[in-house]
């Protein structure tokens, strides 16, 4: 993750130990916030109940109620690759009452993909904060020889078989069809994406053999890639995954791809910075818990909080960085 992530790790324990102590200190503050605040907070969610998004957004509205408001609830608004919820928002009251949950990809790449977007990313929200972090994993099925073990050598093996040089997606336009961009481009390879609507179809079309590889996030494949169910050749982060440590990064492989997904809150740009400063700091206690790193732990993520100034530069340099990726790839999303 670009920009400065604020992870908890033991490296910058002092900065988190700081953060506490400023978190402490606002802690009546925030309550009388919470009070004051007359309607229920709706966390908006672009995509069905009982995806990653919603079970993360879940965790984290647990993590807000009391702290923020004393009623955080999570309201799904799913169509259209989440911009109906973006969309919603950016035109909410601008009292705190209504925030976005979102991933990385409508806010850094559906800029880029689509000829006309009814938000500007940059203009028309606060971004406040990310929760969590996850990298993606490059997974093979049954359709894939089981000689095949290593990213090298499923590169090969494209050239070879180059009818089966496709991978599932879960979404046109999003990180994991760029990912897979990214590595046709390392690899000098041709890699043609198939579009699934949602994780579910593209999984079950890889276990079955009907698609040989897909890109997912870690969160959505960590239990199958245990059991042996798929076979994760690489992950996509800068150093390999907690949950998965017996897998390679692709820097590792050869290949220079490097992306590690967020998710993350943003309110409508007239938000008065008192209301964003108090959830900052609501979001910023919640992802020091223990509670929502075990609770994260499951699904393969794991917390990351910045500040508003850090995580709207970041939000920024992830635009910039995927523009030259998505122009080079010649993709037009369909409106």
């Known amino acids: 993750m670009s ?32 009070q004051t605040l007359a309607k229920p907070v709706r966390l908006m969610v672009g995509f069905p109940a009982g995806g990653g998004t919603d079970v993360t957004a879940r965790i984290l509205a647990d993590g807000l109620r009391g702290h923020y408001a004393s009623t ?39 800029p880029h993909s689509f000829r006309s977007l009814n938000y500007d990313p940059l203009r ?5 904060a990310p929760t969590t972090t996850s990298m993606l994993g490059y997974n093979v099925g049954r359709a894939v020889p089981e000689s095949v073990k290593t990213m090298p050598e499923y590169v090969q093996w494209c050239k070879t078989n180059a009818a089966n040089a496709i991978y599932a997606t879960t979404s046109a336009g999003a990180t994991p069809h760029f990912t897979g961009v990214m590595l046709a481009r390392e690899a000098a390879i041709t890699l043609a994406p198939v579009h699934y609507r949602g994780e579910a179809p593209a999984l079950q079309d890889l276990l079955g053999g009907h698609v040989p ?57 007239n938000v008065p910075g ?41 939000v920024k340099n992830d635009l910039e960085r995927w523009a ?11 409106e």
């Open 3 to 34: 920009g400065g992530t604020i992870m908890l790790t033991r490296r910058l324990a002092a900065t988190a130990a700081a953060a506490g102590l400023l978190y402490a200190g606002s802690h009546c503050r925030r309550n009388a916030f919470a």
């Open 72 to 110: 955080v609830v999570v309201e799904n608004k799913a169509g259209a690759g989440a911009r109906i919820a973006i969309e919603h928002v950016k035109n909410a009251d601008a009292d705190g009452s209504v925030l976005l949950f979102t991933p990385d990809f409508p806010m850094t790449l559906y």
């Open 124 to 128: 028309d929200f606060v971004a406040v």
């Open 213 to 269: 590889a897909s890109v997912n996030p870690i969160s959505e494949i960590l239990s199958l890639a245990k059991s042996g169910e798929l076979r994760t050749l690489a992950v996509t982060g800068s150093r390999r995954s907690p949950f998965l440590p017996g897998v390679p990064t692709m820097i590792e492989s050869g290949y220079n791809v490097v992306v590690e997904s967020w998710l993350g809150v943003f309110v409508p740009a």
């Open 274 to 314: 008192q209301i964003v400063n108090a959830l900052s700091a609501a979001i910023g206690e919640a992802t020091r818990s223990s509670a929502m790193a075990e609770n994260l732990a499951k699904f393969g993520s794991e917390p990351t909080f910045e500040t508003p100034a850090q995580f709207a530069m970041t």
């Open 324 to 334: 030259s990726v998505v122009k080079a790839s010649g993709f037009v999303a369909d």
